[in-house]
């Protein structure tokens, strides 16, 4: 199946848009349920659906998306859940100061923050600086925890061991982890 996929990815690099459809065809369980595994805990209003539908937008419009094979379209898909994920986090709390209307609220448990959204975010901050320190770090961050790929998958994609994987996991964990707790 990888060199499958590999093959419409250069189809569709080469002036074949179209097949770009037929590799998110040839994965939509894959991506669907990589989703799903990163949405599960449900503490986000987006559902594994409409963020796999998302990416499908994203990566279909605009210019080309120019990745190479199966693992490189792996990669360009967990740091696109990435932003999906945040852009709907900023666009949660920016409706929640006003996002242009008035909102009147009666209930003062509703007034309150969504922590969800606040992790999302603080995350996503905390991936940017770690991303200046060690890139590989965070994009093993960014496919354990936004596409939900097990450590065995992300030494593939990554062409590493499993036992790499894990420990730039970890010291990714531990740097986020104090990081973010500082904040």
């Known amino acids: 199946m990888g060199k499958e996929i590999t093959e419409l990815l ?3 690099r080469t002036g074949q848009p179209e097949q770009l459809s037929a ?3 040839s994965l939509y369980p894959e991506l669907r ?3 799903a595994s990163r949405l599960g805990g449900g503490e986000l209003t987006i559902t594994p659906t409409v963020l796999v539908h998302e990416l499908f937008l994203r990566a279909t419009t605009g210019d ?3 990745v190479t094979d199966r693992k490189h379209f792996f990669v360009a898909a967990a740091q696109a859940m990435r932003w ?3 852009d709907h986090a ?3 709390g920016a409706d929640k100061r006003g996002g242009g209307m008035i909102a009147i609220t009666l209930d003062e448990s509703l007034a309150g923050g969504d922590a969800a959204d606040t992790t999302v975010l603080a995350l ?3 991936l940017e600086t770690l991303a200046q320190i060690n890139p590989q770090q965070r994009q093993v961050v960014e496919l354990h925890y936004f596409a939900g790929l097990k450590f065995a998958e992300i030494a593939e994609l990554l062409e ?3 036992r790499t994987v894990h420990r730039e996991w970890e010291r990714a964990r531990a740097f986020l982890h104090a990081l973010l707790s500082d904040a």
């Open 10 to 12: 250069v189809q569709a």
């Open 23 to 25: 590799v998110f065809e």
């Open 33 to 35: 349920r990589l989703a």
């Open 64 to 66: 080309p998306l120019s």
């Open 84 to 86: 999906i994920v945040v």
């Open 90 to 92: 900023r666009r949660r």
């Open 124 to 126: 996503h901050e905390g």
């Open 160 to 162: 590493c061991s499993e």
